[in-house]
């Protein structure tokens, strides 16, 4: 039982290149969260998919979009990275909107150059 | 605006005395709060939760909410080394059918040998 994975790890993109951070659980939770966390602003919420087939816009979803590719998997993607998305993202997932532990998992460090 | 303030530190305490970790919130319709403990370099990790007004314990992490003054704490007794890390305060917000997870920006506890 691994919980929440994260792919790649770190990763160094240039500007305006796109990349897409993959994300899987499998504690068979039905809502998903991408997170990113940057020096003294905490971690903001870019974006959420409460079930299967529904994603909705966090608090800083602004350059970034999100797939919900089934239960067990939520990708986030950068179509034009730019130097304001250096940061870490991390994943989370948790059982149900009933439910509101949520899970992270390992983190991606992303640097745009 | 939905605030959470939490003192930064660092909050140093010697080995074996208690840490008190206190976070204030903004919104008074939240009603499930949780405490993660943040390694550097790590992802959040769930330590408490508490969802009514009093106190929770777990081992040697006691969590006290009073949601009448909107103030959450989180008492360590018995402080250890391994317990030096940021601790992430976040209420749960709901409206308009969602429910986020709004993160303090954590307070910086360094336990001393």
């Known amino acids: 039982n691994a919980g929440v994975t994260q792919t790649p790890k770190f990763q160094v993109l240039k500007t305006g290149q796109s990349m897409t951070l993959q994300c899987a659980q499998d504690?068979?939770?039905?809502?998903m969260y991408w997170y990113r966390q940057d020096p003294g602003m905490g971690l903001r919420l870019i974006y959420y998919s409460a079930s299967e087939g529904t994603t909705d816009k966090g608090e800083v979803p602004n350059g970034y979009n999100v797939s919900r590719l089934n239960k067990r998997e939520f990708s986030l993607r950068l179509e034009s990275a730019a130097p304001s998305q250096t940061s870490v993202y991390f994943c989370a997932s948790s059982e149900a909107r009933g439910a509101y532990e949520q899970y992270f998992g390992p983190g991606t460090r992303l640097t745009v150059t | 605006q939905k605030e959470v303030e939490q003192n930064s530190g660092p909050l140093s305490v010697p080995e074996g005395a208690i840490a008190s970790l206190n976070c204030t919130y903004s919104?008074?319709?939240?009603?499930?709060f949780f405490w993660y403990r943040q390694y550097s370099g790590k992802s959040p990790e769930l330590i408490m939760s508490?969802?009514?007004?009093g106190d929770k314990e777990d081992g040697r992490f006691t969590a006290q909410l009073n949601k009448a003054s909107q103030y959450v704490s989180l008492l360590i007794r018995d402080s250890q080394p391994s317990d030096s890390a940021t601790y992430l305060c976040a209420p749960l917000y709901s409206g308009a059918g969602s429910y986020q997870l709004t993160f303090g920006k954590g307070t910086k506890l360094s336990v001393i040998p």
């Open positions: 508490i969802y009514s007004n």
């Open positions: 919104d008074r319709v939240s009603q499930s």
């Open positions: 504690m068979n939770h039905n809502s």
